[in-house]
């Protein structure tokens, strides 16, 4: 059985003071969750968490004695319970991301590297992740990832988006620079509509509110700075 790392499971170690999360092949970690870790100042690791070593204690004992009378532990993560998560994963858009994941590997995409200081990202290898607009009816319209920033030790931070028919309000928080690969994105200032097509290329300064939507599916390459 599959055993699922969230958000909450994260917090429930960081109380416990445990800096390490130990995973292996058969365990399972949210992004949001990998967001926690990295928010917690916490690091995943890949083997099995160390038992602490401590007398047993009573209620030991009765999870002992509930499993010889054929009951469940309190703590084993039941049937019902997976469905339920992962029918919350479906509503959300993640699960296809997770589950390529799983499939696939941990890196979101396939990359060369050469030791002067160059990178070549694969394209088509690139595994999006749901954008969080807001609005809980769009979840899974928008997605993105990040291909290049700090990890690279670059100034510049890039990646890939996509809107799927949908508007929602954005605020620059730094300089924004699009080039549009697919489809049709619009930028809203001020109710001003400005379409940007296949092959165009727009820049937005930092501090600017607007709104971001596409017709249809859009797609766009962006770099910050």
Not at 48 to 61: L, Q, W
Not at 76 to 103: N, P, T, W, Y
Not at 144 to 163: F, L, N, V
Not at 199 to 219: E, R, T
Request: aromatic content about 8%; glycine content about 10%; some cysteine.
């Amino acid at each position: 059985m599959k055993k699922l790392i969230d958000v909450a499971a994260v917090n429930a170690m960081k109380g416990e003071g445990k800096s390490i999360i130990y995973i292996d092949r058969d365990t399972l970690v949210t992004p949001a969750a990998r967001d926690a870790i990295d928010t917690n100042g916490m690091t995943i690791k890949e083997g099995c968490d160390p038992a602490p070593e401590t007398t047993m204690s009573a209620s030991c004992c009765q999870d002992q004695g509930a499993v010889q009378e054929g009951k469940s532990p309190k703590n084993e993560v039941s049937a019902d319970l997976i469905f339920h998560v992962l029918s919350r994963l479906q509503e959300s858009g993640l699960l296809k991301g997770m589950l390529d994941a799983c499939v696939s590997g941990s890196k979101p995409y396939d990359a060369e590297y050469d030791p002067a200081g160059f990178k070549l990202i694969r394209g088509d290898s690139i595994r999006t992740e749901v954008l969080d607009t807001g609005i809980p009816a769009q979840a899974g319209k928008v997605h993105y990832k990040e291909i290049i920033g700090a990890d690279d030790k670059s100034s510049i931070a890039a990646g890939i988006i996509t809107i799927d028919d949908v508007e929602f309000g954005w605020e620059t928080e730094c300089q924004e620079i699009y080039y549009i690969v697919s489809g049709c994105i619009t930028v809203t200032i001020d109710g001003k509509v400005y379409e940007a097509r296949t092959g165009d290329a727009f820049f937005i300064k930092k501090g600017v509110q607007c709104s971001f939507g596409a017709k249809g599916l859009g797609k766009a390459f962006y770099a910050t700075y």
